[in-house]
């Protein structure tokens, strides 16, 4: 029987970074089908901050945090082949609850670590890494004959966007907020790279493809940059929506697409293309692969402590991050 008490971080009604609360609660062995995971890594990502301010609103409080982690295997249910104690691990999971010490997980949610990944990197770039490899093979599969824009360059998934379409053979154009992370998306492989705050970065894109504008638009910004994106795209153009921290996309009347020429639009999930275990896994052996052959080449995650977790979320919230955070379990 399993002893001991996990740390947990949680919250009692929406608000902001001030409403996270630090709890202790018993540990619980897994049941039949389960591990109990001792957790190293936690990420911290912009979803995280929807829940918490209730832009994404929960079905009941108090709640925890989180989609994602790392660490080892402390204990197995019944029926658990997939795993043994002590070995290195990390998921991507809802329902919610990563921001925790210690965690009960279905082992078919459950991806092992290899070895030459550190746990730190895995347990806070798989969210952001999955996204990018969903994005780049399946909403919008690049090839070398194709132009295509990363808003956020300099971000957790924007850099390993443009790192991957970069090594699939595209031509990358990445956006970032402001000049100074102008370097980071150009060192992650964008051929050029625009400010996305300037008025004109449309048109110097369309300027960059010599009028005709890009294959597809990867959008993790949302808001008022939906329908800009929708201007940077050639005709049968796709845009891949896959994230709003600047806000709801606006009231949109399809024909738009209709006039802008045939465009596609496409609201990608993680979650949809990790329904299954044998997907998971599959995807998860292909980043980490990517990560081992040097093709995914981010710095090492910056890790705030296990009580700094309003100071990671207001940071994260105001862009004065670059690449992927989280919390160290430790």
């Given at each position: 029987m399993?002893?001991?008490?996990?740390?947990?971080?949680e919250f009692d009604h929406p608000g902001g970074p001030a409403v996270l609360q630090w709890r202790t609660r018993p540990l619980t062995?897994?049941?039949a089908g389960e591990v109990l995971i001792e957790q190293d890594a936690i990420g911290v990502n912009f979803i995280d901050i929807q829940h918490r301010s209730g832009r994404y609103p929960l079905a009941a409080y108090p709640s925890s945090l989180g989609i994602e982690?790392?660490?080892?295997v402390l204990a197995i249910g019944e029926g658990v082949q997939d795993f043994s104690v002590g070995d290195r691990v990390a998921y991507i999971h809802l329902p919610i609850g990563a921001?925790?010490?210690?965690?009960?997980?279905?082992?078919?949610?459950?991806?092992?670590?290899?070895?030459g990944i550190p746990l730190d990197w895995a347990g806070v770039t798989l969210n952001r890494a999955l996204t990018a490899q969903y994005l780049v093979n399946d909403s919008f599969p690049v090839s070398a004959q194709h132009v295509v824009l990363v808003h956020a360059a300099a971000g957790g998934v924007g850099q390993i966007l443009a790192q991957w379409a970069s090594h699939k053979g595209a031509r990358v154009i990445g956006t970032v907020g402001s000049a100074d992370k102008r370097e980071l998306a150009l060192a992650a492989g964008c051929h050029e790279v625009l400010i996305n705050t300037s008025a004109d970065?449309?048109?110097?894109?369309?300027?960059?493809?010599?009028?005709a504008g890009v294959h597809a638009v990867y959008d993790g910004i949302g808001g008022a940059m939906f329908e800009q994106?929708?201007?940077?795209?050639?005709?049968?153009?796709?845009?891949?929506?896959?994230?709003?921290?600047?806000?709801?996309?606006?009231?949109?009347?399809?024909?738009?697409?209709n006039q802008l020429g045939s465009l596609h639009v496409t609201s990608p999930s993680i979650f949809t293309f990790n329904k299954t275990t044998a997907a998971l896994r599959e995807r998860s052996a292909d980043v980490f692969a990517q990560a081992?052959?040097?093709v995914l080449r981010t710095d090492a995650p910056r890790l705030y402590a296990f009580d700094q977790a309003r100071e990671a979320h207001s940071d994260l919230a105001a862009r004065r991050t670059t690449g992927s955070i989280g919390l160290s379990a430790g």
């Open positions: 399993t002893t001991g008490t996990a740390r947990t971080i062995d897994p049941g982690a790392s660490g080892h921001y925790t010490t210690h965690r009960v997980l279905p082992a078919g949610r459950v991806v092992p670590v290899p070895k970065w449309v048109s110097s894109c369309r300027e960059l493809t010599g009028g994106s929708l201007l940077a795209l050639r005709p049968n153009g796709v845009l891949a929506s896959y994230g709003t921290p600047a806000g709801p996309i606006p009231p949109f009347d399809i024909f738009r697409l081992l052959a040097g």
